[in-house]
Structure formats: structure tokens, C-alpha cells
């Protein structure tokens, strides 16, 4: 079952944060207590230029969180985001035990649990009719035995507002990176070009991370090489007032005609109903009345919601990728997260996938640049952020992908009948119970979890 914790309350944010739609979030600048605001009007000309030690380019999860925990150890860091706020409803929601152990190592606990969210101790998945308790998290190490749910946007503002406690840290909103700046034709990177509200800005960092997700600008102008993983589907977005009863949340319905995700939200369900790639123009076509119809079929449960979602402009298609780049960085610079390596929404990961790739950024890097880092040393530390990371990632998009492959044509009878013949609830009986234990791992930490290390938590650890 899951349940509703918490209230929409955070700490107020430290004053180096402006709420948006200000651009500027935070801004440091040397002489104030290292920290100061400026009004949005004291936008920079096209000839300013900026420096700091690391420039992030993207405030998704994976910058962020490097952001904050580069700050934690006293390393000077920009993150730009280009949008003016974090509000996009079409981010993932998940938050597994993972980034739970994280956030309790970050000593933020308290600042989490009074955000409202929701728990899911176990996962159900409803295949064509017949309910299966497929993951049950009961079997991780205390304390985090549950995925949370909460809304992307306020785990991102309450990571903001922990790295903007740092004098160290700065997050500006509305500025969007354009290009890379490099030490000569093809030479080193040596920070960014963005684009803001008065006009263009250098920044001159160190190290420059991308993190600016599965578009990103940064690694398209580093112009590394990647492998494109073919999807077979989509997924149309869409809200639906949750449905009366008290059955439990249940993440996945799988049929023969459908596959869709439900999200708990304390208000409605988020919905997602894959559908294969390149059929969203005929669905939109078929009308309102067919797509909830689909749906009633596939999730009889959701079958007396559905009248809620009013019309078909309601439903918004997010296409799906995965892909890997080859080599995650260049000289001066590192790609993380979906810019390195997009993930497909299947086991709800992405997010973890990208908040784990920030901490083993920092905790390779904190030390070298505590050090002074030489170019030569930031170099090979990026490299070694992507033999940590890379094998992992590449053994959950394998997996991710072989799921894509059931649920792609529509396998629900093939998967299960219902009622399941006698041969397939033996296995369910003897499958089931060696499964669980596994996937709560596999889908709760992901390969190979990361623990924010003792030197980049240092600092943090002493100010706390
Ligand atoms: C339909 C769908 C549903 C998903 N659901 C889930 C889920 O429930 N749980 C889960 O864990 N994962 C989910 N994922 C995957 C997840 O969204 C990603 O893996 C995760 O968001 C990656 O985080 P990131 O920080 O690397 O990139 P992003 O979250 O994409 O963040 C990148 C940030 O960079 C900003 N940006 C982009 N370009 C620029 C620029 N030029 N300059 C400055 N800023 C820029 C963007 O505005 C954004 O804020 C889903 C994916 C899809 C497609």
C-alpha cells in the first residue's frame, strides 16, 4: 500500500535564492559572504564572461545534485538551467532507496519527509487481469525499504535550496547554454557560452559537466559518438483523477492491447500508455473517446476515471531513447546522466541513474581539485567517472531494453493468461519468491550504488 507523507513545506530558502520566474536564481560573488543577489534587470551584456572552478550546464537531477555536493566540499560551482523554474510536469517522479540513502547521508532528511510525497513499499503490476506482487522493497537494509514518490520539481528546489546554504554554490535559472568555449580551434574546453535574458555570457571554468539531458547542446558540441538504441515505443502523458476504492497503487498494467504506468500523485494519477513509436498522429486522429477506451480495456480499475481526461490536447507524447556515448568526456569537459546515457522510463531509474553518476563525479573529483587540479588530473578523473559508471548504466539499459521487447507489441496473454494456466502458476509460486529479493535490489539501487565519500561530505559534515 502506499500513503501520503508530509505537506508541501520545505525550510525557507536561504536568501541567496530568488523563487523564479527571476532568471537568477542564486548568485555568488566575492566580498558578500560569498554570496549575493542580484535584481533580474542586471542581466549581463554580450561581453561579460564569468568564471568558477565547474560549470554544470543543465539543473536537471544529475546537476543539481553535483552542484550541491561540489559546494559541500568547498569547490566554487555554476549550475545554468535553461528554463526559469523546475516545474515540468513531464519529469520522472521516482525517488528509489538509492537517493534515499543519499539524501540521509547529505543530512536532509528532516527537509525531505515534510515535502509531500508518497511511499511504495512494493510494486504490483497487473498483467492482462491478474495481480502480481513483483517487487517488495521489505527486503532491503533498513531504513529506506520504499520508492518514494515525489514531484520532480520540489526534489530539485530542495536540493537548490541545500546547495544554496553553500557560499560555494550558484544556480542560475534562464540561462541557456549555447556552445562550449575551447583553448583554440578544437583545443580544451574552457567553459561555456550561454545564452540569458540581457544577452550572451562566457563562463571560463576548469571543468565543465554536462548535464543538460538526452538533447544536450554540450555534448552535440563536443561532438562525441554515441550508440542509439532502437525503441519500439513512446509514451502519451496524460492525468486521471484516481479512482475511488482502496485497492493499492499500482505501477503497471500490462495487457494485451496496452502497457500503462501510474504514477500517485497526492491529487491524481499520472498516467503513461506506451504506445508504439510513430502511432501518436493516428491516435490523436481516432479522437478522445478511443483513447479512453484503450485505456478501460487495458486498466479496467481506471475504467471510472478515464471521463476525466477532457480532451485529447490533454495527452502529450514524450518520446523514449536510450543511447550511450562512447567516451563521456573530452578535455575539460564531462557528460553525466542522460547526456552521457538516456534512459528509457522502464523501472523508474533514470533519475538514480543520473543522481549516481553526479556522486561519482564528485567524489573523483573533489580530491583532485582540492589539489589544484592540473588539466592533466581533471582529465583522467573524468575518464574514471565513466569506467565507474558506464557498466553499470550499460547492464540496465540492456535491461530496460529486453523489457521493451515484452511490452512493445502488446504481450500481455503471451506473458500470463488469465486465469494462469497451471503451468504458469507453478512458475509464478517458485519464480516469484527467487525474483523479488533480486529485483528489489536491482530496481531499488541499481548496479553498483554509490555512497557520497567522507572527503566530499567533509565540509558538510563540520558546517551541519
Ligand atoms: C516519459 C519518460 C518518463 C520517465 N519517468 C521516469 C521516472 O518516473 N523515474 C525516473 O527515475 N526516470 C524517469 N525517466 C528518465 C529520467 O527522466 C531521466 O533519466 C533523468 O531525468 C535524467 O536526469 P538528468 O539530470 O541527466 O537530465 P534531465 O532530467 O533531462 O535534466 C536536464 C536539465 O538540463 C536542462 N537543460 C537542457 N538543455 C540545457 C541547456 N542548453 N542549457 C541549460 N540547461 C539545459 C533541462 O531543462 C533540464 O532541467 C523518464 C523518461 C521518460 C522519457
Redesign the pocket.
Known amino acids: 500500500m502506499s500513503g501520503t507523507v508530509g505537506s508541501a513545506r520545505t525550510r525557507s530558502p536561504p536568501s541567496a535564492i530568488i523563487p523564479s520566474p527571476d532568471p537568477l536564481v542564486s548568485h555568488r560573488a566575492a566580498g558578500q559572504n560569498g554570496v549575493m543577489t542580484m535584481p533580474s534587470g542586471d542581466s549581463p551584456s554580450t561581453t561579460d564572461s564569468i568564471s568558477t572552478r565547474v560549470c554544470v ?9 553535483l552542484g550541491l555536493l561540489l559546494a559541500r566540499a568547498g569547490i566554487d560551482v555554476l549550475v ?4 526559469s523554474d ?1 516545474f ?1 510536469d ?7 532507496p538509492s537517493t534515499l540513502n543519499l539524501i540521509d547521508q547529505l543530512g536532509i532528511r528532516a527537509e525531505f519527509d515534510a515535502i509531500g510525497h508518497a511511499l511504495l513499499p512494493r510494486l504490483d503490476a497487473v498483467v492482462n487481469g491478474v495481480r502480481l506482487h513483483a517487487i517488495n522493497f521489505a527486503s532491503l537494509p533498513a531504513p529506506n525499504r520504499a520508492i518514494t514518490l515525489m514531484p ?1 520539481w520540489d526534489l ?1 528546489k530542495l536540493l537548490a535550496i541545500e546547495g544554496a546554504r553553500s557560499p560555494h554554490f550558484e544556480l542560475r535559472m534562464g ?4 556552445d562550449v568555449v575551447r583553448d583554440g580551434a578544437g583545443g580544451r574546453v574552457t567553459g561555456v557560452l ?1 545564452q540569458t535574458a540581457g544577452g550572451l555570457l562566457r563562463i571560463d571554468a576548469e571543468l565543465t559537466v554536462a ?8 555534448r552535440k558540441a563536443l561532438d562525441l559518438a554515441g550508440r542509439e538504441f532502437g525503441v519500439p515505443v ?2 502519451t ?1 496524460f492525468r486521471l483523477d484516481r479512482p475511488s476504492g482502496s485497492a493499492p497503487d499500482t505501477l503497471g498494467y500490462l495487457s494485451d492491447s496496452a502497457f500503462i ?1 501510474t ?1 500517485p500523485r497526492p491529487e491524481y494519477l499520472q498516467c ?1 500508455l506506451l504506445v508504439p513509436k510513430g502511432s501518436f498522429a493516428g491516435l490523436r486522429r481516432d479522437g478522445i473517446e478511443a483513447f479512453r477506451q484503450r485505456i478501460a480495456v487495458a486498466a479496467p480499475r481506471l475504467a471510472t476515471s478515464v471521463s476525466s481526461l477532457a480532451s485529447i490536447d490533454d495527452v502529450k507524447l ?4 536510450i543511447n550511450r556515448l562512447k567516451t563521456w568526456s573530452a578535455p575539460g569537459a564531462l557528460c ?5 546515457h ?4 522502464v ?9 549516481q ?2 556522486v561519482a563525479t564528485a567524489n573523483l573529483l573533489v580530491p583532485v581539485l582540492r589539489a589544484g587540479g592540473s588539466p592533466k588530473a581533471i582529465d583522467a578523473a573524468t575518464r574514471a567517472v565513466q569506467r565507474r559508471r558506464e557498466g553499470p548504466t550499460a547492464l540496465m539499459q540492456r535491461l530496460q531494453r529486453s523489457v521493451h521487447r515484452i511490452i512493445g507489441t502488446g504481450a500481455g496473454k503471451r506473458v500470463l493468461q488469465n486465469p494462469p494456466t497451471r503451468r504458469q502458476r507453478v512458475a509464478l509460486r517458485v519464480a516469484i519468491p527467487i525474483i523479488r529479493p533480486i529485483a528489489a535490489r536491482v530496481v531499488g539501487y541499481g548496479f553498483r550504488p554509490e555512497r557520497i565519500s567522507r572527503e566530499v561530505l567533509g565540509e558538510g559534515a563540520a558546517r551541519r
Open positions: 550546464a543543465g539543473g536537471g537531477p544529475a546537476g543539481v545534485m545554468l538551467e535553461k528554463h523546475f515540468r513531464f519529469r520522472g517522479d521516482t525517488v528509489h520532480q530539485l540561462y541557456e547554454v549555447v550561454a548535464a543538460d539531458g538526452r538533447d544536450s547542446i554540450v513512446d509514451v502523458w504506468v504514477i503513461g514524450l518520446s523514449v531513447r553525466i546522466g542522460d547526456a552521457a538516456a534512459m528509457s522510463p523501472f523508474g531509474v533514470g533519475i538514480n541513474y543520473a543522481v553518476d553526479a
